[in-house]
């Protein structure tokens, strides 16, 4: 279930980066540390 959920999370996450672009990197990497705790 926590795969199942954090493949989710990761392909919204791929989405959401694509939209923002590489200038919301510091962002996109606060997002990840959130998602890993």
Known sequence: ML???YSVET???CIEMK???K???VITA???RSYLK
């Open 11 to 13: 392909k919204l996450a």
């Open 3 to 5: 795969k199942k959920t």
């Open 23 to 25: 200038s919301n990197k």
């Open 30 to 32: 606060k997002v990840w």
């Open 19 to 21: 939209k923002a672009g």
